[in-house]
Every structure is written in C-alpha cells, then in structure tokens.
C-alpha cells in the first residue's frame, strides 16, 4: 500500500498568480529552494537543490496553464525517486483553492512526517509568496 501527503489551502490571489508561482523557476525559487534551476516545461526536468545537498530532480508530466501540474521525480538522495506530485488549482469564494499530493511513500515513518511537516511550511510560503510578493524560501534571507 502506497500513502500520501495531503495539503488544501486558500490564496487570496488569482489562479494566473499561483499557476505562475509553481510552474516558473522564477516563482518556485521564491518560495520553495533559491538553488531551482532548469526547465518547467512539458516533459523537461526541474533541479532543486539545498545549500550542499543535491534535491531532488522533478521532470514535469503534465501541465494544464492555472488548473495543475505534476512532477515526477526522477533523480533523489533516497526517499522521493518515482514519487508523484501534484498542484491542482480551482477557485472558490474569490480565493484560489490549491490542492497539493506528493503520491508515493511506502510508508508512514519518520521520513514521511519530516516531509509532511516541511511541505505543510512550503505551502504557507507559497501562500505568503502569492498574497504579499515574498515568501521563505530554502537558503533565502526570509528563511527560519
């Protein structure tokens, strides 16, 4: 059995804005790793990296402009390789709805919860990112 990581939020921005942030490497550098680098398109692979450490490498499968995209990683320290992650995006009550899965895990151990918690603060920086024009991404001034 394979479990997941579930994240439903609010952003009190347009669906263009969030879109922009989780699919440009300009936007994804501001609230997830300063060290994004690569390509966001269609099957073309994004590199995220942290400080010293090597991130994961993302290759983008799927990509509908303001309603979602999907990664697939395809390179990883051990732990994501073959995980799938999703940002689904609707609106309601003039807010954009984001819905975030990272498909994949084996199991439910202390790997996981780190990277629960971790995502969980990732998507608040995101949200930050969208509403005010800074959020706290890895390796940025902002950053705790």
């Given at each position: 059995?394979?479990?997941?990581?579930?994240?439903?939020?609010?952003?009190?921005?347009?669906?263009q804005?969030?879109?922009?942030?989780?699919s440009?490497?300009?936007?994804?550098?501001?609230?997830?790793?300063?060290?994004?680098?690569?390509?966001?398109?269609?099957?073309?692979?994004?590199?995220?990296?942290?400080?010293?450490?090597?991130?994961?490498?993302?290759?983008?499968?799927?990509?509908?402009?303001?309603?979602?995209?999907?990664?697939?990683?395809?390179?990883?320290?051990?732990?994501?390789?073959?995980?799938?992650?999703?940002?689904?995006?609707?609106?309601?009550?003039?807010?954009?709805?984001?819905?975030?899965?990272?498909?994949?895990?084996?199991?439910?151990?202390?790997?996981?919860?780190?990277?629960?918690?971790?995502?969980?603060?990732?998507?608040?920086?995101?949200?930050?990112?969208?509403?005010?024009?800074?959020?706290?991404?890895?390796?940025?001034d902002?950053y705790?």
């Amino acid at each position: 059995m394979k479990h997941s990581i579930k994240h439903l939020f609010h952003i009190d921005a347009s669906k263009q804005k969030v879109f922009e942030a989780i699919s440009t490497i300009e936007g994804l550098s501001n609230w997830w790793t300063i060290q994004t680098k690569g390509s966001t398109a269609l099957n073309e692979t994004i590199q995220f990296d942290f400080g010293d450490i090597v991130g994961p490498a993302m290759k983008v499968i799927k990509l509908e402009p303001s309603k979602e995209i999907i990664w697939k990683c395809i390179g990883s320290s051990p732990g994501w390789l073959d995980h799938i992650f999703t940002f689904s995006l609707d609106e309601k009550e003039d807010k954009t709805r984001v819905r975030f899965t990272h498909d994949g895990w084996k199991e439910l151990d202390d790997f996981y919860a780190i990277c629960n918690f971790s995502w969980g603060r990732y998507m608040e920086s995101l949200r930050q990112y969208c509403q005010t024009g800074k959020g706290e991404a890895f390796g940025s001034d902002d950053y705790r």
